[in-house]
């Protein structure tokens, strides 16, 4: 979700990842939260962790041992009154969204097309997602700025239906 209307910037928050994702996979995974973390500030523009959820397309690359990140605009959940307001004290006035509302009421709608986005939202995190491509495309060594430990030996390969029922496989979440 890289333009909901309604929108807030969500960084991938590396605290709460699987628990059946590899020790080894973290290292990046926090580094490249703390890239998206650097340029939002930088920017003076304001974020907001965002949790990897049960339907996350993150899980089978993390569990997977792949180190990963992410900056997105909502999907289906609420924008806080407290979220509304820091939100409008960093953008100005008017600027902060609706509180309450949830930041794409057509996440997986019909109405979900072209003309139910925010073309700022979509401009900010296309030109966060290349800052931290750029960076970490410049790196000498990559994997090892990734894997500090280096790469999992052995991934404990799941099976569809536990991919499928991630909000209630105790082996994941």
Request: charged share 20%; proline share 6%; hydrophobic share 35%.
């Amino acid at each position: 979700m890289l333009a909901s209307p309604n929108s807030n910037f969500g960084i991938l928050d590396s605290v709460s990842v699987p628990p059946a994702t590899p020790n080894e996979a973290l290292p990046g995974t926090n580094r490249i939260t703390n890239l998206f973390q650097q340029w939002f500030n930088e920017q003076k523009l304001p974020w907001t962790k965002s949790g990897i959820g049960g339907g996350s397309d993150f899980v089978p690359f993390l569990t997977g041992g792949i180190a990963s990140g992410d900056v997105n605009t909502g999907a289906g959940g609420f924008k806080s009154e407290t979220e509304r307001d820091q939100y409008a004290a960093m953008l100005g006035t008017g600027n902060g969204g609706l509180a309450n509302v949830p930041y794409d009421s057509c996440y997986h709608e019909q109405c979900d097309r072209i003309n139910n986005v925010n073309p700022f939202a979509f401009e900010t995190v296309v030109k966060a997602a290349a800052y931290v491509i750029e960076y970490m495309g410049r790196l000498k060594d990559l994997e090892k700025w990734l894997y500090p430990q280096g790469r999992v030996k052995n991934v404990k390969l799941f099976n569809k239906n536990q991919l499928c029922d991630i909000h209630h496989d105790p082996d994941l979440f």
